[in-house]
């Protein structure tokens, strides 16, 4: 599973809303290349290949993180924070998805360098609809950046 | 009818020539003309008598012969005479002889008698006259000739004269006229000329008029000259009195404007007199009911003028007494030295007098009021107009009581600035606590109803075909709830943010926000034919976010209450009432009835059943809490099924030029920016 290339970082703490983003994910077959974690802890080791993910190559970072705002030990801000403020992971998208509509916490996601800040709907049919059009658009239509940053910045660094 | 004395003149001297001369002349033509026909009369009688005798002589041999046919012939010599009618001859014995008839042959006449002494007789009669004459020969008595004559000669002279003297009468009349015109020229007209100037002097007081001179030396002449003479003496003495009256006159004059002027200033004087008296009365009344107290020292630190206020602040009166003792006498010390009373350096009026201006505070130690009186003291030297101090004003206050409440309100202020700082904690705290739960409630119940509604459309997505339609219906239900209570939580969010949220007030074009929120409406209006009526509303200062709200949730209730309606009529027009602008949205759908009105505008209340018309109840609380926040209000007209009319107000925006409207460029930018925010509160509202 180290080895294997992951396309989306699915970080939420609950398991509720793992599952109904995983069906989500699934029915518009995106759900493949997914690894779930349920904490910014977990995220972060996973992000930089430290702790439990030490193991893990750097060679292959997710395309997308879809960071939930409100996780235990580290928030999705902060995770959001460490990512965007290192030069070898800056280049990764991340996608707030949150249950907040807090001005505030959008505004801050911005302002760290969210690539996107979503509300997950109520309503799980607008939700698979909201899953499928960000799937779309981050992992087909867009085109990420072309150099390995985490790569070289992790060879680097070790 | 006129009497000769009312005669001019003129009309006098000529009618007295005419009838001196005329007089004149009848008498002496009268004369004449009688003188001359008894003359003609005795030549007449002559004349016939000669005539007679002769005829007579000649017919003697014819009566001695008795030829009566030679004695015709001697009558008919008669024939010469025309005046003689008649002729005959008698014989001694008185028969006719012989007969002449000038016209026609008549029998003789018989003989008239004849007195027998005399040889002849005449008379008249008839405008004739009759000759007898006895024919004598050798003394005896031969016959008697009889000759009967008209008088027309005598009556052709009469008529002759009688034309001569008219004639005569006429010419000389003539002549007497011309004579008189002459006269009158000469005496008349110069006392006519006299007579009209001396009137037209009497009338007109014109002296320079001068009687016509005439060209004669006689007493009129005399008298016009001196006339003249005198009008020229009158003209002089009354050219020198009318100058001496004009002199006087003028002089007159300068006393009356002098006496005028005299009595105008003596007016003025009145009247300044009593202005003063007034003035001094006011001033007096002024300084007496001044709650200052305002004392003035002359020069020579004489107290001149020590008011109402005054006497009460010091509890006495002025004394006469040098500024050395005021402090001592007045009881006058400095606030932070209440041993000493002051001294004459520090006294303010005594150093105005010297020309200082002093501005302080000082106690005075009032012997009826035991805690003396503190005043706030205003000095400055007085100064005479050329700006030499001529003494010194002292204006001052109690304000013992002022520092006591100043103290007062010192204290109390501290307190409430401590209490402030408390309830502002408290408050911070609340507000906390209130984000917290706000926070909360947006993430935390938000995810479990996202759960309930997610697994319970995954179950009857994927297993809804196993399952009974009593469960997938429930399952439906299950989704429905979840889903009402989602729009819930994020409406009453939606309705706590508009508590929270800063006003951030702009001049906002109201119809640019209206025009935004149509188009947001747009999915709700699909498939339905409605009249929009928009007015052109005036720039309102407001928080077009806020605002824009508004127009979103009651456009939306209009569009979701007509929507029964097969053809919606929406309206917004506006009015200014009380300074504000009033912005009604009326529409034509279910309405509602008015006793619920009082409900209308309160969290969760609704009045209709959801079945009939979606809705949280919570759109119009919203509505009320954003327009009360703008000082403004709202309310509603409706009636059960004619529809609803809801109005608000808001204050109008001053057009500022130079400065954009909200919603021109500029401004539309910073609402985009704001664009999550809003886009999330919009779906709230509309989802």
């Known amino acids: 599973m180290?080895?294997?290339?992951?396309?989306?970082?699915?970080?939420?703490?609950?398991?509720?809303?793992?599952?109904?983003?995983?069906?989500?994910?699934?029915?518009?077959?995106?759900?493949?290349?997914v690894f779930?974690?349920?904490?910014?802890?977990?995220?972060?080791?996973?992000?930089?290949?430290?702790?439990?993910?030490?193991?893990?190559?750097?060679?292959?970072?997710?395309?997308?993180?879809l960071l939930d705002l409100k996780l235990p030990k580290v928030d999705g801000l902060q995770v959001l924070e460490r990512v965007k403020s290192d030069e070898r992971t800056r280049n990764i998208c991340v996608v707030m998805m949150t249950s907040s509509r807090e001005e505030r916490d959008m505004a801050s996601g911005y302002n760290l360098g969210a690539n996107s800040y979503l509300q997950k709907p109520v309503d799980f049919s607008e939700f698979r609809k909201m899953v499928k059009v960000l799937g779309l658009y981050w992992l087909v239509i867009n085109r990420p950046p072309l150099s390995n940053g985490v790569a070289h910045a992790a060879g680097q660094g070790k | 009818m006129f009497r000769f004395r009312d005669y001019s003149i003129a009309k006098k001297l000529t009618s007295m020539n005419l009838l001196v001369s005329g007089a004149a002349l009848l008498l002496a033509g009268g004369a004449f003309i009688v003188y001359e026909l008894i003359t003609f009369r005795e030549t007449l009688v002559a004349n016939l008598s000669i005539q007679a005798q002769i005829v007579g002589s000649n017919s003697v041999s014819a009566l001695l012969f008795n030829d009566p046919a030679s004695a015709e012939k001697t009558l008919s010599a008669l024939q010469a005479a025309p005046h003689i009618e008649y002729a005959s001859i008698y014989t001694p014995d008185g028969q006719p002889f012989a007969t002449y008839w000038r016209d026609t042959a008549h029998r003789a006449a018989p003989l008239p008698s004849i007195p027998a002494a005399q040889t002849e007789v005449h008379w008249f009669k008839d405008r004739q006259i009759m000759v007898v004459r006895s024919i004598v020969f050798q003394g005896k008595p031969a016959g008697v000739v009889c000759i009967q004559s008209d008088l027309g000669e005598w009556t052709e002279r009469l008529q002759k004269y009688a034309v001569i003297v008219a004639a005569v009468l006429l010419v000389s009349l003539m002549a007497a006229w011309l004579t008189s015109s002459v006269i009158r020229r000469s005496i008349a007209d110069p006392i006519v000329g006299l007579a009209e100037t001396a009137?037209?002097?009497?009338?007109?007081?014109?002296?320079?008029?001068?009687?016509?001179?005439?060209?004669n030396r006689d007493e009129l002449a005399g008298l016009i000259t001196t006339f003249n003479e005198m009008l020229a003496q009158i003209q002089e003495r009354d050219t020198a009195l009318q100058f001496e009256i004009a002199e006087r006159t003028q002089a007159e004059e300068r006393l009356t404007g002098q006496a005028e002027e005299l009595s105008r200033q003596a007016g003025e004087l009145l009247r300044s007199q009593r202005v003063l008296e007034t003035q001094t009365v006011r001033l007096r009344s002024v300084l007496d009911n001044s709650r200052e107290g305002l004392i003035v020292a002359d020069e020579q630190g004489k107290l001149v003028i020590w008011n109402l206020a005054a006497e009460r602040i010091f509890g006495l009166g002025a004394s006469d007494?040098?500024?050395?003792?005021?402090?001592?006498?007045?009881?006058i010390y400095l606030p932070d030295n209440l041993v000493t009373p002051l001294t004459v350096d520090q006294n303010p009026l005594a150093r105005a007098i010297h020309g200082e201006t002093v501005d302080n505070e000082l106690f005075i130690r009032n012997p009826n009021l035991a805690d003396g009186v503190l005043i706030e003291s205003h000095t400055i030297p007085m100064k005479?107009?050329?700006?030499?101090?001529?003494?010194?004003?002292a204006a001052f206050r109690d304000i013992t009581q002022r520092r006591a409440a100043e103290r007062e309100i010192r204290k109390l202020n501290e307190e409430l600035e401590a209490r402030v700082v408390e309830r502002t904690a408290q408050l911070e705290a609340a507000n906390h606590e209130l984000e917290a739960f706000t926070y909360s409630v947006s993430h935390d119940l938000r995810a479990p109803l996202r759960h309930i509604g997610g697994f319970s459309k995954i179950l009857s997505e994927d297993f809804g075909p196993s399952l009974d339609p009593e469960a997938r219906q429930h399952l439906q239900r299950i989704q429905d709830g979840a889903?009402?209570?989602?729009?819930?939580?994020?409406?009453?969010?939606?309705?706590?943010?508009?508590?929270?949220h800063a006003l951030h007030l702009q001049a906002a074009r109201l119809n640019l926000l209206i025009e935004e929120v149509v188009t947001l409406l747009q999915p709700d209006a699909q498939g339905r034919v409605i009249d929009w009526k928009i007015a052109e509303l005036p720039a309102a200062e407001c928080d077009p976010i806020l605002i824009k709200q508004v127009f979103q949730n009651l456009l939306a209730n209009?569009?979701?209450?007509?929507?029964?309606r097969q053809r919606a009529h929406i309206e917004i027009s506006h009015w200014q009432e009380n300074g504000r602008m009033v912005i009604a949205i009326r529409d034509n759908g279910v309405g509602f009835s008015m006793k619920y009105q009082d409900k209308l505008f309160g969290v969760f209340q609704r009045l209709h059943r959801v079945e009939e018309f979606e809705g949280t109840g919570i759109g119009l609380a919203t509505v009320q809490r954003i327009v009360s926040k703008h000082g403004g209000k709202v309310w509603a007209e409706a009636e059960l099924d004619k529809g609803a009319t809801f109005f608000f107000t808001l204050a109008t925006a001053e057009p500022v030029s130079g400065e954009p409207f909200a919603g021109e460029p500029e401004t539309r930018e910073k609402v985009v920016n704001r664009?999550?925010?809003?886009?999330?509160?919009?779906?709230g509202v509309h989802a």
């Open chain 2, 199 to 215: 009137s037209i002097v009497s009338r007109d007081k014109n002296y320079s008029v001068r009687a016509p001179r005439t060209s």
């Open chain 1, 2 to 33: 180290n080895s294997k290339e992951v396309d989306i970082l699915l970080v939420d703490d609950s398991q509720d809303d793992v599952e109904l983003t995983l069906h989500a994910l699934r029915s518009e077959n995106l759900a493949n290349n």
């Open chain 2, 321 to 331: 007494l040098p500024p050395e003792k005021w402090a001592d006498h007045y009881g």
């Open chain 2, 558 to 564: 209009a569009l979701k209450f007509t929507r029964t």
């Open chain 1, 36 to 65: 779930v974690v349920h904490d910014g802890e977990e995220a972060l080791d996973f992000i930089f290949c430290t702790g439990a993910f030490a193991q893990r190559s750097s060679e292959h970072p997710p395309k997308l993180i």
């Open chain 2, 384 to 393: 005479n107009k050329d700006g030499v101090v001529c003494g010194g004003l």
């Open chain 2, 483 to 500: 889903h009402r209570m989602g729009l819930l939580v994020d409406e009453l969010l939606n309705l706590a943010r508009v508590g929270r």
């Open chain 2, 675 to 683: 664009e999550p925010a809003e886009k999330t509160a919009a779906a």
